[in-house]
């Protein structure tokens, strides 16, 4: 799939740039063939004038051999250029010389304007332009936008840089009075400031939703892949946590099956108190296996939300005294201790009693399970701000970083647990999570591995004060 999506995105950008290449190559077509009927409009206005010459018999002098008239109104290019040249012949008694190094003095700016403007329209072409005609003897512009460069000192600058900057890199020229083979004496320059973008947004439309679409299959891509690593976590889960049940289950069947077939044997028939004790064991691990299913039936509870928290004022130094007589008896089977340190002042808090004990009880269970070789714990209260803390610190086998992050999910075991023939579910921790939200509580770990882990839960004294 990602490599079809890229696949998809190569093609789309591929397809996206031919089709910004053939607008610009048909741009580029209307504006040259725009340029090319200015061209030879400008041509023939030239061959206009030289007929003119000839009809008035006026001798090939210089262009500019006029005394009294003044220059600058040749330059006016708010007059009618054409008609200001022709008055201008005739007074001076001299005559337009139509050769080719001043053919584009005959080129009138108005004129130029309107034959441009006319064109491009014509031809569909919409965009602001600059443009000027460009003179080879004198290495300048004579026209640009419209208006005279032309100075009499024809070493002062004339044209505007900028314009004139933009008209040197342009593509589009076309040499003018070039034609029967002539050299050519100039060209006519046009320059669009806003083509590029007049391209790209040619294409917009087609660009902005094939991103959206793009970015939408990316995006349900990423996310069914999520959606499927997670279905295979929790399946990895649940496989496990099913092996768990059956093999927790297991043991005391097996016992129960083993104590009823005691019972039915002869030899113990007979003695009432061999049948007293193998009916105590038959209780035990009932009440065991009720202990077991209570558990999971705890955490489905809580999964669905249906469980309601009886809020009334407990005092936890007086929880943590009584899980710890029920623990001191496991541990010191196993030859350990446990210690309380509490500390805090103000232990009072409001709370689910059996919930909290709860809580203290599995983390209690999970010192003494993963505590194989030191069983040592501690268990502390401290006041803190607006609560209570409890801190209950073990000296097992600890756990690494990676573990630490994911043993409040449900049914997450380490996978060390199984090979210590550790039993458990792995609803433990979360069932702790679970409880001390309610309570808007927290719960945090620290933990070594070899080390030992010290799990701290802190209770408001008033879960309603906490935001
Ligand atoms: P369970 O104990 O049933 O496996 P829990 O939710 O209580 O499930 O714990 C999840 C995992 O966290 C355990 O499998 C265990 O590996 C790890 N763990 C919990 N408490 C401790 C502890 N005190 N020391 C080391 N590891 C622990």
Redesign the pocket.
């Known amino acids: 799939m990602s490599v079809a999506l890229m696949g998809i995105s190569i093609i789309q950008f591929y397809w996206l740039k031919k089709n910004i290449d053939l607008n610009a190559i048909n741009f580029n077509d209307k504006v040259l063939l725009a340029l090319n009927r200015v061209k030879q409009n400008l041509e023939d206005d030239a061959n206009e004038f030289e007929n003119f010459r000839k009809t008035q018999n006026r001798s090939e002098t210089s262009l500019f051999k006029v005394d009294n008239d003044p220059l600058e109104k040749i330059l006016t290019p708010s007059l009618d250029d054409y008609r200001l040249k022709q008055y201008q012949a005739q007074v001076a008694n001299t005559a337009w010389l139509i050769k080719p190094e001043i053919a584009l003095n005959t080129i009138s700016a108005p004129d130029l304007s309107r034959y441009l403007r006319l064109e491009l329209q014509k031809n569909g072409v919409k965009l602001d332009y600059d443009f000027g005609v460009f003179s080879n003897e004198i290495e300048d512009y004579t026209i640009t936008n419209g208006n005279y460069n032309v100075n009499i000192d024809i070493s002062n600058n004339m044209s505007d840089g900028g314009t004139a900057q933009k008209l040197n890199t342009t593509m589009y020229q076309v040499n003018l009075f070039d034609s029967e083979g002539r050299k050519a004496v100039g060209s006519l320059r046009v320059f669009f400031p806003k083509k590029t973008s007049f391209l790209i947004s040619s294409v917009l439309p087609a660009l902005i939703s094939s991103i959206l679409l793009t970015g939408l299959i990316l995006f349900c891509f990423v996310y069914t892949i999520n959606v499927i690593l997670t279905q295979k976590k929790v399946s990895l889960m649940k496989t496990d946590f099913i092996n768990n049940m059956t093999h927790e289950f297991k043991t005391p069947i097996a016992t129960i099956s083993l104590a009823a077939d005691s019972i039915n044997n002869p030899m113990v028939k007979s003695k009432p108190e061999m049948i007293e004790r193998y009916a105590d064991i038959i209780k035990q691990e009932n009440k065991r296996m009720l202990n077991q299913v209570e558990k999971v039936l705890q955490i489905a509870r809580l999964d669905k939300k249906d469980f309601e928290l009886k809020i009334v004022p407990i005092n936890l130094n007086d929880i943590v005294n009584v899980a710890m007589e029920n623990t001191r008896l496991r541990v010191n089977k196993h030859g350990g201790t446990i210690k309380a340190y509490l500390k805090a002042n103000n232990a009072k808090i409001k709370g689910d009693e059996n919930h909290v004990s709860n809580v203290l009880h599995?983390?209690l269970?999970?010192?003494i399970?993963?505590?194989p070789d030191k069983l040592e714990i501690t268990i502390q209260t401290i006041d803190v701000k607006k609560g209570v803390q409890i801190i209950i610190t073990?000296q097992?086998?600890?756990?690494n970083k990676d573990?630490l992050k994911r043993?409040?999910e449900k049914f997450?075991?380490?996978s060390?647990?199984n090979l210590h023939d550790?039993?458990?579910?792995?609803?433990?921790?979360?069932y702790v999570k679970v409880i001390t939200d309610a309570h808007r509580g927290r719960v945090s770990v620290e933990?070594e591995p070899g080390k030992?882990?010290s799990?701290t839960v802190f209770f408001p004294h008033d879960p309603k004060e906490m935001k």
Do not use: P
Request: proline letters at 0%; charged letters at 20%.
């Open positions: 599995n983390l269970d999970n010192a399970k993963y505590s073990d097992g086998i600890g756990m573990d043993i409040f997450y075991r380490v060390t647990g550790v039993k458990g579910f792995g609803l433990g921790l979360s933990s030992g882990s799990f």
